[in-house]
């Protein structure tokens, strides 16, 4: 994230001056052959920037970093079900779709019509180191199936259930399981994770993921449900904003475990950690929650 703010903050001091770049809250986001310039004081509703400023600086970027073929400014924060951002062209090829490489995967994408973000690349390669050979997995917001895809290439699972409901994603998750050849490793699922568990995926699971923080605790019934005799690992991406001197971490397994204690469900233990900051004094945490009598 640093090196995205230095290289965009230089780049813009060079093309609009060193004035006005410092009014720049931005970083660059870079998936596959696209650049994504996003700026907090957009989101802030605060941007000093002019339109053809941006427009200068995405040309730069261009002629510095050759392979990317495409610039755009995110004009929004991810919102809604599908977690989108609005996007303004800036430069390069008018084009949203590109290959995302990760892990030794290739993710088609297109960052106008689906999530997709670098930033939880560590998180993706961890879950895959903790899943253990045979696992049965339900992914519940799998966007194009990184997690699913990545875990299925890594750690030979039995089988990952990777659900999502922008159809989008649905269609560009299959693309993806074909295109890294796990086929017969991860099932694609189209709808509300609730729904799907409800119908086809109660008690398969010895793992299950939920990152998407807005869903995660309120799903939390059917997560369990989806544990095989109420037993396993169940991973909650969530959003804390803490007051200061607060613990992001401890914060978060308080509330998984609050959530589980009201469902009736045996906290056995759980592990956390900051995945990446959101906001002033906001963050996205992982709880890793061991759920019943057996840790896995
Ligand atoms: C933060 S993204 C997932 C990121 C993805 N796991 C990754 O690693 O790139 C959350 C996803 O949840 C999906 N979603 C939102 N509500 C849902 C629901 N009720 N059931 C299933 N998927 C849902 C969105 O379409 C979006 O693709």
Same mark, same amino acid.
């Given at each position: ?32 052959? *696209?650049?994504?310039? +996003? &700026? !907090? ?7 000093? $920037?002019? =339109?053809?400023? #941006? ?94 895809? *990545?875990?299925?290439? +890594? &750690? !030979? ?7 999502? $409901?922008? =159809?989008?994603? #649905? ?126």
């Amino acid at each position: 994230v640093r090196w995205s703010m230095r290289v965009l903050r230089r780049i813009a001091e060079e093309v609009i001056g060193a004035d006005k770049a410092r009014r720049l809250w931005g970083r660059l986001e870079i998936v596959g052959d *696209i650049a994504v310039i +996003k &700026s !907090s004081a957009i989101a802030e509703g605060k941007d000093e $920037i002019l =339109p053809e400023e #941006y427009e200068a600086i995405a040309e730069e970027l261009m002629k510095r970093f050759k392979y990317v073929r495409s610039v755009w400014l995110a004009t929004a924060p991810m919102t809604g079900d599908y977690r989108l951002r609005g996007l303004r062209h800036l430069a390069g090829e008018k084009r949203t779709v590109t290959v995302y490489k990760e892990h030794g995967c290739s993710f088609k994408v297109d960052i106008a019509r689906v999530f997709v973000t670098p930033r939880l690349s560590y998180e993706h390669s961890r879950i895959a180191s903790l899943v253990r050979p045979g696992e049965v997995v339900v992914n519940m917001f799998a966007g194009v199936g990184l997690f699913s895809v *990545i875990i299925a290439k +890594k &750690s !030979s699972p039995r089988v990952v259930h990777s659900i999502d $409901i922008n =159809p989008y994603a #649905y269609r560009y998750m299959i693309e993806n399981i074909k295109l890294n050849g796990v086929e017969d490793l991860v099932i694609p699922h189209l709808g509300d994770a609730a729904q799907v568990v409800e119908e086809m995926l109660v008690g398969v699971a010895d793992r299950v993921l939920m990152p998407l923080p807005e869903l995660a605790l309120d799903y939390t019934v059917y997560a369990v449900k989806a544990l095989r005799d109420g037993r396993g690992t169940i991973h909650f991406y969530l959003h804390k904003r803490i007051p200061r001197g607060g613990n992001p971490v401890v914060s978060a397994i308080t509330a998984v475990k609050n959530r589980l204690g009201g469902l009736g469900v045996e906290l056995h233990s759980a592990d956390g950690r900051i995945v990446r900051k959101v906001g002033p004094r906001a963050y996205q945490v992982v709880v890793d929650a061991h759920v019943g009598s057996r840790t896995s």
